[in-house]
């Protein structure tokens, strides 16, 4: 389909209210008609990799400090409390006192995180296996 196809198609769904777009730093975000604003942060959230990374670590692990996400993503300690820092902001993410000097995190609703992450996963799995089709179509 075409850029322009395409462009006709989601000003048609918008102006009938099926679909809701939000221009974002330079793209347009589509989301379901009546999606709340709490739920496009998350959508933002789980399409970004590390936060992506942080959060799958969360599910599995449910409880761990930030050395332990550092250890099972493969990320900086510094990257992982920047980006902690900002899930715990967002409401996403809470922060246990261990002990005087540690702190551990955890999600606020794992469960929800769980299925945006499936969902996610299942459209990144598409996405790569479309782009290793194209590499054999020429």
């Known amino acids: 389909m075409s850029f322009n196809s395409t462009r006709y198609l989601v000003d048609k769904l918008t102006k009938a209210g099926e679909i809701v777009r939000v221009e974002e730093g330079g793209y347009s975000r589509l989301y379901p008609s009546g ?72 999600l606020e609703q794992p469960e929800r995180i769980r299925l945006l992450l499936k969902s996610v996963n299942r459209s990144l799995r598409s996405k790569a296996t479309d782009r290793f089709i194209d590499l054999w179509d020429f």
Do not use: C
């Open 35 to 106: 999606t709340s604003e709490a739920e496009r942060t998350l959508f933002a959230v789980v399409r970004a990799e590390t936060d992506r990374k942080i959060l799958s670590s969360l599910l599995t692990d449910l409880i761990l400090s930030n050395k332990r996400l550092s250890e099972q993503t493969g990320l900086a300690k510094s990257t992982i409390s920047e980006h902690l820092a900002e899930l715990v902001r967002m409401g996403i993410v809470k922060t246990l006192q261990i002990d005087e000097t540690s702190l551990a995190y955890e």
